[in-house]
Nanobody
Framework: EVQLVESGGGLVQAGGSLRLSCAASGFTFDDYAIGWFREAPGKAREGVSCFSKNDRSTYYPDSVKGRFTISRDNAKNTVYLQMNSLKPADTAVYYC???????????????????????WGQGTQVTVSS
C-alpha cells in the first residue's frame, strides 16, 4: 500500500522557518516523482515545489522562489521542503504527492500539476502569524 506521511508543520512567526518531511512507503521510491502542494482556505491548490523527472533541477513558483528548497533522500525514502522567511500568505495545509515517472516524458519535464499525481499524503498544517 502506497503511503505518504507529512510532518513538520506548525505555528511560526513571520520570518521564521520550518522543514516539512514526506516519508514514503509502499513503492519503489526511486521510480516516483514527488511534489509539494498547498491549499489555503478559499484558494485553489498551488504547487510549491517539485523536481524535474530526472531529479536534476527543481521548480518553484514565484510565490516561494528563493525561500523554499526541496530536497530528496532516496536512502530514507523521504522528501523535504525547507521553508525560510515565512509569510502569513504561506499559511496553508501542505501536501506531498507521488506519481510514477513515465518514460514518455523527457528528463527535464516537471510534474507541476496536482492532477498529474496519483498518491497524496494527509497534509500538515502550516500557520504563519504576523
Amino acid at each position: 500500500e502506497v503511503q505518504l506521511v507529512e510532518s513538520g508543520g506548525g505555528l511560526v512567526q513571520a520570518g521564521g522557518s520550518l522543514r516539512l518531511s514526506c516519508a514514503a512507503s509502499g513503492f519503489t521510491f526511486d521510480d516516483y516523482a514527488i511534489g509539494w502542494f498547498r491549499e489555503a482556505p478559499g484558494k485553489a491548490r498551488e504547487g510549491v515545489s517539485c523536481f524535474s523527472k530526472n531529479d536534476r533541477s527543481t521548480y518553484y513558483p514565484d510565490s516561494v522562489k528563493g525561500r523554499f528548497t526541496i530536497s530528496r533522500d532516496n536512502a530514507k525514502n523521504t522528501v523535504y521542503l525547507q521553508m525560510n522567511s515565512l509569510k502569513p500568505a504561506d499559511t496553508a495545509v501542505y501536501y506531498c504527492a507521488a506519481r510514477e515517472r513515465r518514460s514518455a516524458h523527457s528528463g527535464t519535464y516537471y510534474y507541476t500539476g496536482g492532477y498529474e499525481y496519483d498518491y497524496w499524503g494527509q497534509g500538515t498544517q502550516v500557520t504563519v502569524s504576523s
